[in-house]
């Protein structure tokens, strides 16, 4: 079955312990791309990677790292988390990101830094 | 910069009524337009999308959405609303100058919809 898989669903953890959230999908896709969705502002694009290391900022990068060493993984990394990072994650993909493909949408991940 | 305005966080609407969701951007190059929906503890799935050509698009579920340019809107319709069609809403745009790499979401509109 094509779809795109995060890890872990849900988590809560405490203010400066690293962490990753990991994403892959299993369609061969170029483009990945990571958002966060908070009440009354919908959802914000954090990175995004046209393809194999190559990875750039969206609108909300900071406080966030990103990798992409493999096509179908793009792990979120939090060197810090601080509670103002608590939210719903969702890693995207889609065929390429210089169309108008449609990305197909992880289930989320809900984060809770205390 | 483009943006995208959602008109309502909550629509509410009875089984079987007209459900009209608004969405207006803000853009000086034509952009793609989309509509997604999410419905509860799931992720996004495309509604629809408009790229060029026809300005009347269908999507899943007998939802549909018309591009106007000159209002610089693409509101999403449906004739008669199903129970099943209670979710959350958000459109998005995306640019040719960003090479269509950033879609740019709105905050949402939740459809509710009584028996």
């Known amino acids: 079955e094509a779809q795109v898989t995060q890890n872990p669903r849900y988590l809560i953890t405490v203010t400066g312990k690293k962490l990753t959230v990991t994403c892959s999908q299993n369609?061969?896709?170029?483009?990945m791309s990571w958002y966060r969705q908070d009440p009354g502002l919908g959802l914000r694009q954090i990175y995004y990677s046209m393809n194999v290391e190559v990875t750039d900022k969206g609108d909300v990068p900071e406080g966030y790292k990103v990798s992409r060493k493999e096509k179908r993984n793009f792990p979120l990394i939090l060197e810090s988390p601080s509670p103002n990072q608590t939210s719903l994650y969702f890693c995207?993909?889609?065929?390429?990101?210089?169309?108008?493909?449609?990305?197909?949408f992880g289930p989320g991940t809900r984060l809770t830094v205390l | 910069a483009q943006s995208v305005t959602q008109l309502g966080s909550h629509v509410s609407v009875s089984e079987g009524a007209l459900v009209l969701l608004r969405c207006n951007y803000s853009s000086s190059v034509p952009p793609y337009l989309f509509w997604y929906v999410q419905y509860p503890n799931q992720g996004l799935q495309l509604l629809l999308k408009y790229t060029t050509g026809a300005t009347l698009v269908k999507g899943i579920n007998g939802f549909e959405a018309e591009f106007k340019k000159s209002e610089t809107s693409f509101h999403l319709t449906k004739p008669s609303a199903h129970m099943s069609d209670a979710a959350e809403y958000f459109c998005?745009?995306?640019?040719?100058?960003?090479?269509?790499?950033?879609?740019?979401f709105g905050k949402g509109t939740m459809l509710l919809v009584s028996p």
């Open positions: 369609m061969n896709h170029e483009y």
């Open positions: 998005a745009v995306t640019l040719p100058n960003s090479g269509y790499s950033t879609l740019t």
């Open positions: 995207a993909s889609s065929v390429s990101g210089r169309d108008s493909n449609e990305q197909f």
